[in-house]
């Protein structure tokens, strides 16, 4: 059974920082590009950060270059978003995806709520 499960949200000041993981399991973790998106109230859903499956490779939004660092660790199944200098504008539910291109697989995690709120 595929699980992504993330944790790590809740509310904090504008300027403060939070730490995001994902714990997969029920599949090939090492074999898998590893995503964060988010989706704001009224908003689509949008890619913040991504990972290649070794490691190494990062792509991230515009909107959060220089705040905010995905990281994976293989050998425990979870990736990370560090993100730093929350902004308001941050605020929305954050979902972990793991997507194998070839042959293609893709999953979800159910969330978690992030609320950057003075």
């Known amino acids: 059974q595929v699980q992504l499960v993330e944790s790590g949200g809740g509310l904090v000041q504008p300027g403060g920082s939070l730490r995001l993981s994902c714990a997969a399991s029920?599949?090939?973790?090492?074999?898998?590009?590893m995503s964060w998106y988010r989706q704001a109230p009224g908003k689509e859903r949008e890619l913040v950060a991504a990972?290649?499956?070794?490691?190494?490779?990062?792509n991230y939004a515009d909107s959060v270059k220089g705040r905010f660092t995905i990281s994976r660790d293989n050998a425990k199944n979870t990736v990370y978003l560090q993100m730093n200098s929350l902004k308001p504008e941050d605020t929305a539910v954050y979902y972990c995806?793991?997507?194998?291109?070839?042959?293609?697989?893709?999953?979800w995690g159910q969330g978690t709520q992030v609320t950057v709120s003075s």
């Open positions: 029920g599949f090939t973790f090492s074999r898998y590009i």
């Open positions: 995806k793991a997507e194998r291109p070839s042959p293609y697989y893709v999953y």
């Open positions: 990972i290649a499956s070794a490691g190494g490779i990062t």
